[in-house]
Nanobody, 120 residues
């Protein structure tokens, strides 16, 4: 199983970045996909998620600025980040979660993360 993130970097406030996550080694279309982030000294938090059916959810702090999408044909999940703020600075992680009705998460896979730094 591999989740490989790319697209991070240094951007000025107000700028945009697009993160990508390439997945392999598991049935991608059967998994919910999520982006988490962890800033220095803070706990990892959920940024955005997309279900197998394509339903999305977002943290309040990124609603209206970030967009998550997936391409099951390419085994990829993406996070378009616009109007970036310094407080968006963090390591961003791709997560694949297999969910079972009435049980919750039964499998979790994580990428190594990609650094996003928003600074002038």
């Amino acid at each position: 199983v591999q989740l490989v993130e790319s697209g991070g970097g240094l951007v000025q406030p107000g700028g945009s970045l697009r993160l990508s996550c390439a997945a392999s080694g598991f049935p991608f279309s059967s998994y919910a996909m999520n982006w988490y982030r962890q800033a220095p000294g803070k706990e990892r938090e959920l940024v955005a998620g997309i279900t197998r059916a394509g339903t999305t959810n977002y943290a309040d702090s990124v609603l209206g600025r970030f967009t998550i999408s997936r391409d099951n044909a390419k085994n990829g999940v993406y996070l378009q980040m616009n109007s970036l703020k310094p407080e968006d600075t963090a390591v961003y992680y791709c997560n694949a979660a297999l969910l079972a009705l009435g049980v919750g998460r039964v499998k979790d896979y994580w990428g190594q993360g990609t650094q996003v730094t928003v600074s002038s």
